[in-house]
DNA sequence: TCAAGCATTTATAACGTTATAAATGTTGTC
DNA sequence: GACAACATTTATAACGTTATAAATGCTTGA
């Protein structure tokens, strides 16, 4: 009889309790100065009516939501990205008082619009958000307003919570291993200038280059976020070139896998002629043939650094203890 | 001085107007008892001073949360499922007055819990839930409950809304472009068997063999839920047997790839001794070498139709109305 | 001119919770 | 036995909205 259900109240455990709704409101939020006897006996009538405190009320008169934003990009290219993501956060804040509400802003769309929206009307307690740039207007904006939030990379701006994968040590590693294959004319897939950890990563690739005193080359014309035939052709008459690189380093899958094609169908062997690197953040290379040299990055793991971070923030933890820098892991 | 700014409501709305509290929460609602001139005024006001109304008293108030939720399964090997899934959803979702809330129950609970929960409390309007079995109880409770849903995926019970994709048309599809091919053995990963589209599927299957006349094989000891180091060794395995098979169906990107790494592994040539179709829900395959034979299932449009319906079913749409079954769009 | 009828606006209460201030009871001290 | 001091409980109001019922002003017809 789901119709005739009423959904119980504090003033059902008050009426059933025999104590005033402050009395119960009061118990069940822990307060000390209800006496530890009234405290059980309250703790025990609602948990017999199956008393759940209503979410809406409890947002209109405190003010706090108990909701954490997740602010996503416009579905892009990096495989299941979101989708990882999505699923570490939402492990963690399983079994907490709060929820996680999805926005996702539209490609043409100015980024800053669903985080303003979100501060002014109070739509959540903690913002979560990606792709950082070094000077993210969003990061100034949500410090200016002394919202909680904790981004997916860095920015120039210190004092904030952050997760960051080490990109640069990514670049440094690839680097190294195609060195060690004897490479020496390399090639890295930049990702898009304007995010800060093209900048890692880029900055680890060359600092690489020079250490071990080889070629490296970013190529024009294209990027991660470059449609993937696009990556493949420009790449393909790339390597028929004379001066060709030997070694490709492939921050994304998509883009590997595209690079692959583009090796094959330039006539070129993988193994023999050229070698590869990539990033790894599923489980499309674990069983793949050819086998390929990846580097993992785990993105269910940051899920869940975020998520963490973010409800510390909210309890009151100072920012800049909210950082965590995620060192690569050898793939396979 | 994001500290002073004070949200303006109703009630400041009235003030500067002029009118009353009640009369402007009818202008904003657009109420035909009022004025023209009056509502266009208050309309006016409202803009100017950035209102916008408060969600949680709306809610408290009318008990509609204006919330979706969706429910996720336990992160599983479906690439980038639910990532699309989420984004074509957002993106309906956007520009609503509805957000979207995300739920993941984890991998040894009891799938109803979340459903339940979220009934029960009134924590959304309506829910979205994937992955359906012929009798699913979530299915039963929510139509008991006459709470709006739409599911990913159909059920025995027939008139709830639903989208589903044609996995008997896939299958079907799958053993003609084989049979195409020459093949004769056809081998298809089956999924688990508790799912309805594990049905359709595999009676598409078992018809479409009969018609051609060729012989059909569903593994033991593997499905497509099934580790994929498993799926490549028990595959590979069989494909050593004299009798192996010839033509292999992959209704999953992460199986495709450890199929085809089991038949290089196996020592046999891809497009000579065998051959493969897959399904495709990414990009993984657009640019793969070797070429792999694929059907599409978009997921991106399956979370459009899907937000879309559960909309209309909230607005009081029948929700045997709301029912789409998507047929298979031919790989590249 | 007055009442009836209509169009429009408004006062009041309520949704379920918590912050504030007030009230009650209990103990100890002189 | 009175009073202060304390521990504990409670009444009241408020968060911002909307449903209900009441009130206002204006038009119309006699």
Redesign the pocket.
């Known amino acids: 009889m789901p119709n005739t259900f009423h959904?119980p109240?504090?003033?059902d455990v008050a009426e059933v309790s025999?104590?005033?709704?402050?009395?119960?409101?009061?118990a069940?939020?822990d307060d000390p100065?209800?006496?530890e006897?009234?405290r059980k006996r309250i703790a025990q009538v609602a948990e017999e009516l199956g008393?759940?405190?209503?979410r809406a009320?409890?947002r209109?008169?405190?003010g706090r939501t108990h909701v954490i934003a997740l602010v996503l990009d416009p579905h892009g290219e990096i495989l299941d990205f979101s989708g990882s993501m999505i699923s570490g956060f939402a492990e963690v804040v399983r079994g907490t008082k709060y929820h996680i509400t999805l926005t996702q802003h539209q490609t043409g769309e100015d980024p800053m619009d669903p985080i303003r929206h979100i501060v002014r009307n109070r739509l959540a307690d903690g913002i979560v958000f990606a792709r950082t740039e070094p000077d993210d207007p969003r990061v100034q904006y949500l410090m200016d307003a002394g919202f909680p939030f904790v981004t997916h990379g860095r920015t120039r701006m210190a004092s904030h919570a952050w997760y960051d994968y080490d990109n640069e040590a990514f670049a440094r590693i690839a680097v190294e291993r195609l060195v060690a294959k004897g490479r020496s004319r390399l090639l890295i897939i930049p990702p898009l200038a304007r995010y800060t950890f093209a900048e890692h990563m880029v900055s680890g690739f060359e600092r690489a280059i020079a250490e071990h005193g080889v070629t490296g080359e970013l190529p024009d014309g294209f990027d991660l976020n470059a449609p993937s035939d696009e990556i493949y052709s420009k790449l393909k008459t790339r390597l028929g070139d004379a001066n060709r690189p030997d070694g490709l380093i492939c921050p994304g899958e998509i883009a590997a896998i595209s690079s692959l094609a583009a090796i094959e169908d330039a006539g070129l062997v993988l193994g023999t002629d050229i070698d590869v690197v990539a990033k790894q953040t599923s489980q499309v290379f674990d069983l793949h043939r050819p086998r390929i040299d990846t580097i993992h990055e785990d993105i269910n793991a940051a899920g869940q650094t975020i998520a963490r971070a973010l409800l510390q923030e909210i309890d009151g933890a100072a920012p800049d203890t909210l950082q965590t820098l995620q060192h690569p892991r050898p793939g396979f």
């Open positions: 959904k109240t504090q003033k025999g104590f005033a709704v402050t009395t119960v409101s009061r069940l939020a100065l209800i006496a006897k009234t008393y759940v405190p209503d009320a409890q209109l008169r405190t």
